[in-house]
């Protein structure tokens, strides 16, 4: 079962920011959190990762609450593009697998 | 970086036939690969893992004989549907993760997926 928990969707309109949050109150201390989305009838693309500290790149932000249990992902100017599953995921230790949960539909509106 | 090819996108075929898929990746060295499987409006669910050179291991539920996967190198993995009846039509799609990939630090990198039809 999926370690995460995240709304089922969301909106946001577009050029704003659009932040998604995710619960992960379960995460043992070694686990990260990835961050992936899914376009329509496409494969996931990887957004970002991290263990403790906040992280940011090209595409996003990531924000980890101190005691890891919940997080943030950040898109700070979201475009129509950006419309997508966006999926939060605990990389369980034990064999590091992807465990896959339903995920948070955004819907970029103009 | 961090390409992962597919190939086929789109595959329909008549049930009984077998149906091989590719896995690439072409700027970086694989030593995992990942097979997943989608059904529509659900969430992906792995189907096996493969290290190069060695045999895959399958999630509970999947049939080994059915789906054959090979990892005979660092840059390609293929999954081979057996004898595909019209249950196995599904969304199928592989991941790749890059060396050093120990303690859940490399991300894993997804194929566009392959879409299988059976008639």
């Known amino acids: 079962d999926a370690k995460t928990t995240q709304p089922p969707s969301m909106d946001c309109a577009e050029g704003r920011a659009a932040n998604l949050p995710c619960n992960h109150s379960t995460i043992s201390g070694n686990e990260y959190v990835y961050w992936y989305r899914q376009i329509h009838s496409q494969g996931p693309q990887y957004i970002i990762h991290?263990?403790?500290?906040?992280e940011t790149n090209e595409m996003a932000s990531l924000i980890i609450t101190e005691d890891r249990k919940s997080s943030t992902l950040i898109l700070p100017h979201a475009t129509l593009r950006d419309t997508a599953v966006y999926y939060c995921?605990?990389?369980?230790?034990?064999?590091?697998?992807?465990?896959w949960g339903a995920g948070t539909k955004l819907i970029i509106k103009p | 970086g961090a390409v992962v090819s597919q190939h086929p996108s789109w595959v329909i075929c008549k049930s009984g036939t077998s149906v091989k898929i590719e896995c690439r990746s072409l700027d970086f060295q694989a030593t995992t690969m990942f097979w997943y499987r989608q059904f529509p409006k659900q969430s992906l669910m792995l189907m096996a893992t493969s290290n190069e050179g060695s045999k895959a291991t399958y999630e509970q539920g999947v049939e080994k004989d059915k789906f054959l996967i090979n990892h005979a190198s660092l840059t390609l993995s293929t999954l081979t549907v057996t004898s595909a009846h019209p249950e196995d039509s599904s969304f199928y799609i592989c991941?790749?993760?890059?060396?050093?990939?120990?303690?859940?630090?490399?991300?894993?990198?997804f194929g566009d997926g392959t879409r299988l039809s059976i008639l």
């Open positions: 991290g263990l403790k500290n906040n």
């Open positions: 995921i605990v990389r369980v230790r034990s064999n590091y697998q992807l465990i």
């Open positions: 991941s790749a993760e890059g060396q050093g990939g120990g303690y859940g630090n490399q991300p894993q990198h």
